[in-house]
């Protein structure tokens, strides 16, 4: 049996090892975590449990075909349930947006803002709907590797305005200043500044009209533990608390893998879901790279990092929704402190996520759970987070508690944070970046890392840093990416009993 070695158990490491194991592969997936799922881990603190990941589920397909590979049924493992309310705006003037449901329900918001902004939104809709078919439906789970393949693509790209950047194409659509924000903050999702981010990652406001916003119950990491057990049933190994150190190389091909352990893993393909930064810097020999995958880790924009605070209250907040954004005072200039200046401004946004507005079981009961995400420079910036990450924990706490969390310095509770630090540390993500790369027009498709390595023939890239970029979607398409790349080794034989006891 042919073998093949995932290193990194992101969701883009799981999709592949997943879809490498139903081609017939005996696949180990290799993380540095305590458990699988990569930045997807879980927190418990006195009784509060807090996901410390991606907490935003669309395209829930993406997850189920990967159950599908092996004719299970993802309902067997997680429940997965849409939201009413995807998320709601709070702006700095005091006033509220609720965003989800269907057409009607946000023609209904609108119009209590800017009522001739309605048709404005209808348009942007339908331009979000072209973007959606070309760059998601057609090109998101294509392979990149020549430019001809990109040129291809060019005149059609041109014709939906991918020079523009997404502020550009939504405030081409919409007057109103709360409308024009709440609907270009899609970049930040996926680690981009909506003023430099090319307007094919629009695609993402069609993608939940589309397909909605999901939650799974328990959490992004009872996701990430049914897709551990499906692996385990299929027969992966899983090797935990271990870090690939070195791939070793020769004629041209990927013969090994060597941990922090000492361990020497001999395999026939490699698949990388580590940053590609680290790939290429710290992990493949560098006569073994392409000048193009070495001049991208040194010079490619790096996304923001991340500022995360988890807390729990005392008491609850029934009216705060289960995803709330919190708009500071600022926009352009903030985002321009965090992108370009580096540096950290006294104005702060907020992506404040509350579980147990839907499943009570994040806290004790009569309790609630949360996590405020504030994006801040990366450690490109001269920041010193021993020091700023409690004083950014007492402007979080005293800008919800003036306004949307009254009382809360007096109800947290177990509160900790990540800072762009911890991201480096625990995730060897190069400058603490939150995304990897930026979605730039030009850190985009041919331009972006390539799924096949720039470097041995078998060697492949999934993850945020490469084609078609960060978020779940796509680090699934990414996955699909490789699928397509790496031949079959003869196919799965199924079962509805596990293989072996995996490791």
Same mark, same amino acid.
């Given at each position: 049996m042919k073998t093949a070695t995932v290193i990194g158990a992101g969701f883009g490491g799981i999709?592949?090892?997943?879809?490498? /194991? =139903?081609?017939?592969?005996?696949?180990?997936?290799? &993380?540095?975590? $305590?458990?699988?799922?990569?930045?997807?881990?879980?927190?418990?603190? &006195?009784?509060?449990?807090? &996901?410390?990941?991606?907490?935003?589920?669309?395209a829930p397909f993406l997850f189920t075909e990967l159950f599908e590979l092996f004719h299970r049924q993802i309902e067997q493992y997680v429940e997965i349930v849409p939201l009413d309310l995807w998320y709601r705006f709070e702006? #700095? &003037?005091?006033?509220?947006?609720?965003?989800?449901?269907?057409?009607?329900?946000?023609?209904?918001?609108i119009a209590r803002f800017s009522p001739k902004d309605q048709d404005g939104y209808l348009g942007l809709l339908e331009k979000s709907r072209q973007i959606y078919e070309l760059g998601f439906e057609q090109l998101?789970?294509?392979?990149?590797?020549?430019?001809?393949?990109?040129? =291809?693509?060019? #005149?059609?790209?041109?014709?939906?305005?991918?020079? /523009?950047?997404? !502020?550009?194409?939504?405030?081409?659509?919409?007057?109103? !200043?709360?409308?024009?924000?709440?609907?270009?903050?899609?970049?930040?999702?996926?680690?981009? +500044?909506?003023?430099?981010?090319?307007?094919?990652? +629009?695609?993402?406001?069609?993608? $939940?009209?589309k397909h909605g916003v999901h939650f799974a119950m328990g959490g992004t990491g009872a996701l990430v533990d049914g897709l551990e057990r499906l692996m385990r049933e299929v027969g992966i190994k899983i090797r935990l608390n271990e870090t690939v150190t070195k791939i070793h190389v020769a004629c041209d091909e990927v013969t090994g893998v060597t941990t922090d352990n000492l361990n020497f893993l001999d395999t026939d393909v490699v698949v990388s879901n580590a940053d590609p930064a680290h790939l290429y810097d710290k992990l493949l020999p560098k006569q073994h790279s392409k000048l193009s995958a070495r001049l991208k880790s040194k010079y490619a924009d790096k996304s923001m990092g991340l500022y995360v605070l988890f807390f729990g209250t005392e008491g609850k907040f029934p009216e705060v929704a289960h995803h709330t954004i919190w708009l500071g005072q600022q926009y352009k200039n903030l985002l321009n402190d965090i992108f370009h200046k580096k540096v950290l401004s006294q104005d702060i946004s907020i992506y404040l996520h509350r579980p147990t507005a839907t499943d009570e079981s994040f806290a004790p009961s009569g309790h609630d759970s949360f996590y405020a995400l504030v994006p801040v420079p990366n450690l490109e910036a001269d920041i010193d987070w021993n020091v700023e990450g409690k004083a950014m924990r007492d402007r979080v706490v005293a800008a919800l508690d003036r306004t949307i969390l009254p009382g809360l310095s007096e109800t947290i509770r177990s509160d900790? !944070?990540?800072?762009?630090?911890?991201? $480096?540390? +625990?995730?060897?993500?190069?400058?603490?970046?939150?995304?990897?790369?930026?979605?730039?027009?030009t850190q985009s498709a041919w331009f972006r890392f390539h799924n096949r390595a720039e470097g041995p023939k078998n060697l492949f890239l999934v993850g945020a840093g490469t084609h078609p970029g960060a978020g779940l979607p796509g680090v699934l398409s990414s996955a699909k990416v490789v699928d397509s790349l790496v031949p079959s080794a003869g196919g799965f034989a199924d079962s509805a009993q596990p293989l072996r006891v995996a490791e």
């Open positions: 999709a592949t090892a997943l879809r490498l /194991r =139903a081609k017939g592969y005996d696949v180990t997936l290799i &993380d540095r975590c $305590e458990r699988v799922g990569g930045r997807a881990q879980v927190f418990q603190r &006195d009784g509060y449990r807090h &996901d410390a990941g991606p907490t935003v589920l669309t702006f #700095p &003037d005091g006033t509220r947006f609720d965003y989800g449901g269907d057409v009607q329900d946000t023609l209904a918001e998101a789970s294509r392979p990149f590797h020549s430019f001809a393949s990109m040129a =291809a693509q060019i #005149p059609k790209m041109l014709s939906l305005g991918s020079y /523009r950047t997404v !502020w550009q194409l939504v405030a081409q659509y919409l007057t109103d !200043w709360r409308l024009r924000r709440a609907f270009s903050v899609q970049p930040l999702l996926v680690g981009g +500044n909506p003023y430099d981010t090319t307007s094919i990652y +629009n695609l993402i406001h069609f993608l $939940e009209r900790f !944070w990540m800072t762009p630090a911890d991201f $480096e540390q +625990n995730y060897l993500s190069p400058a603490g970046a939150g995304f990897s790369i930026s979605p730039h027009f």
